[in-house]
């Protein structure tokens, strides 16, 4: 299935049906009074998070959503019926929001969360509720409300502890492969990952987190460069993020020191509150250097790098360093327990 994370859709609430005005005539009873019913109430517009959907596709072809307006009411003190209401089925983790008011209507962050989109129109009263000492023969009645309309942006945001970022070829999908059941597309050229993949890594029985891989990252993403831009906003969730470094490129020219530089600045840019989220460097490829110089290549990197925080040197290919790394990342999760994912500090 393809991957959607971004839509836009219109939903339109039913209108309340009117209410009526009647008066009862039976046989032998002239004056019967005031019998006219009140309207239905319009149908409303409800969105629901499920945990078994995980892409947008069906809102990005089926855009306008419209339920049905409320019966007029009737003589015979007959109530209109109300118009059944509509419940749009969206992944966990969408973001709603009203495009005309730029405002947020709602965060589908919990299974089964439900949220009101748009509300239908109440029925109109009938000429019933309008009787009294002084009006025995009212005439009156009202009509039924209009129900909301808006135009909303659907945004969806993927749930997962871990996000790992790094330029194209940094060997993310390579690590998410070989610490998880996740099988993205493995391969030796750039942009070989074209959407977020997650993958559970079970560290040990009972303790397991998510872990997400983006597309890559070049310079000059947060500008739209690239295509690692369209999805910086799934890492905006997670608690802990894991830069990946290439220490083994197969260009001997490129700058490594500067590209781990280029994404830190790109991240501020692009998201101060996801610059500030906690970060480790993991230097990955390391198979490739001689392996009795391989810890000291390793520790000068990191040194001339100036990095503040923690690093590991892992091999994601033959999987060298990678349990330490889970172990790491699990116990860092348990001591960092937070429902909003907004810790600070490195």
């Known amino acids: 299935m393809k991957f959607i994370d971004e839509a836009v859709i219109q939903v339109n609430a039913g209108k309340g049906g009117n209410g009526v005005a009647s008066f009862r005539r039976e046989k032998f009873i002239p004056k019967g009074g005031p019998d006219g019913g009140d309207g239905g109430k319009g149908g409303s517009i409800y969105a629901v998070a499920d945990r078994n959907i995980n892409t947008l596709i069906d809102y990005r072809f089926a855009r306008v959503y419209r339920a049905k ?22 992944p966990v983790g969408t973001v709603i929001r009203n495009i005309e008011a730029n405002a947020i209507v709602a965060d589908l962050t ?9 509300k239908g129109g109440s029925g109109g009263l009938g000429n019933l509720h309008f009787k009294s000492s002084t009006n025995r023969t ?52 750039p942009f070989t990952t074209l959407k977020p993949n997650l993958g559970v890594v079970r560290v040990d029985m009972d303790r397991s987190f998510v ?19 369209r999805f910086l906003k799934h890492l905006s969730r997670t608690r802990l993020l894991l830069h990946l470094v290439d220490m083994a490129p197969f260009d001997a020219t490129v ?71 889970n172990y790491a990342v699990m116990d860092y999760l348990e001591q960092h327990l937070s429902t909003n994912g907004l810790e600070t500090g490195k």
Request: charge should be negative.
């Open 69 to 90: 307006n409320g019966e007029n009411g009737r003589g015979s003190d007959c109530y209109g019926k109300g118009a059944e209401d509509i419940v749009l089925r969206m």
């Open 110 to 118: 919990q299974h089964e969360q439900q949220v009101l989109l748009a």
């Open 138 to 189: 009212p005439r009156q009645f009202t009509y039924g409300e209009a129900g909301q309309t808006f135009e909303l942006k659907l945004e969806l945001k993927v749930l997962a502890d871990v996000g790992l970022l790094g330029m194209p070829n940094a060997g993310k999908s390579t690590l998410i492969r070989s610490v998880s059941a996740a099988r993205p597309k493995v391969a030796d050229y």
């Open 211 to 229: 872990m997400a891989d983006i597309p890559g990252l070049i310079e000059g993403a947060a500008e739209g460069a690239g295509l690692g831009h």
């Open 255 to 325: 700058d490594t020191k500067h590209h781990v530089q280029a994404l830190v600045n790109e991240l501020r840019k692009f998201d101060e509150s996801l610059y500030d989220k906690p970060r480790w460097l993991v230097l990955n490829k390391t198979d490739m250097l001689p392996e009795d110089e391989r810890e000291t290549v390793c520790k000068d990197f990191v040194q001339e790098l100036g990095w503040p925080g923690r690093f590991f040197i892992i091999s994601a290919l033959t999987g060298e360093g990678c349990q330490q790394l």
